[in-house]
């Protein structure tokens, strides 16, 4: 079967590092995806990893390990409003991604 | 530009009634999609279109219908609206080829 796991609740304090990890098993790989939701809100996308290594943008880093069918979420500096859930996605063939079930981050000052 | 736009905001409905929900996107994409979100499972696909003129099941399909009106309209029918489908339900676009999908605000539904 198809299947992604990230870790259901994160927690950490204003201005340090966290890393939210995503391991997948799909029939398929085309790349691994990241999506920041905050409550109530839509999903946005953070980034994306097709081939094997970090993706840096500003304060948010996702990377990829193709042979180990994982990747991670990096984000530095943690601010207030990254408080959100977070989901890894991932298109395994055509064009549908799947997501996992989310990984809700708290941020405390 | 607009995005992509969803009607209704909020819905209530009785167990068995009908209704259909609207999506559109003006950002010219070929693909459209409707999750669902419900507490703790994420976002399920329900229907996908890869391109107008066609349609898609995806992971939870049964109790759901979709129609690709156009290029920029896909909309979602419950002809028989159950209390588990009760949920959030998210329209979403992207370029085909590409993975950047971008999410409506989302429709709350109730069936009582």
């Known amino acids: 079967g198809q299947s992604l796991e990230q870790p259901s609740e994160v927690t950490a304090v204003e201005g340090a590092i966290v890393q939210i990890n995503c391991t997948y098993q799909t029939s398929g790989f085309y790349g691994l995806s990241w999506y920041q939701q905050h409550d109530g809100g839509a999903p946005t996308f953070l980034s994306y990893?097709?081939?094997?290594g970090l993706e840096e943008t500003g304060r948010f880093s996702s990377f990829l390990s193709r042979s180990d069918s994982y990747g991670y979420l990096l984000l530095q500096e943690l601010q207030m409003k990254d408080s959100a859930s977070y989901f890894c996605?991932?298109?395994?063939?055509?064009?549908?991604?799947?997501f996992g079930k989310g990984t809700t981050l708290s941020v405390s000052s | 530009n607009a995005g992509v736009t969803q009607t209704p905001k909020f819905q209530v409905l009785k167990t068995g009634q009908s209704m259909t929900l609207q999506c559109a996107q003006d950002?010219?994409?070929?693909?459209m999609y409707w999750y669902r979100q419900d507490p703790g499972m994420g976002l399920r696909l329900i229907y996908y279109?890869?391109?107008?003129?066609?349609?898609d099941k995806g992971e939870v399909p049964n109790g759901y219908n979709v129609s690709r009106l156009n290029k920029r309209e896909f909309s979602l029918r419950l002809e028989s609206a159950a209390p588990s489908q009760t949920s959030v339900y998210f329209c979403a676009s992207n370029q085909r080829g590409t993975d950047t999908q971008y999410f409506g605000p989302g429709t709350r539904l109730t069936v009582l």
């Open positions: 279109s890869a391109s107008e003129g066609t349609t």
């Open positions: 990893n097709a081939l094997d």
């Open positions: 950002m010219n994409h070929n693909s």
């Open positions: 996605a991932v298109r395994d063939r055509g064009t549908a991604l799947i």
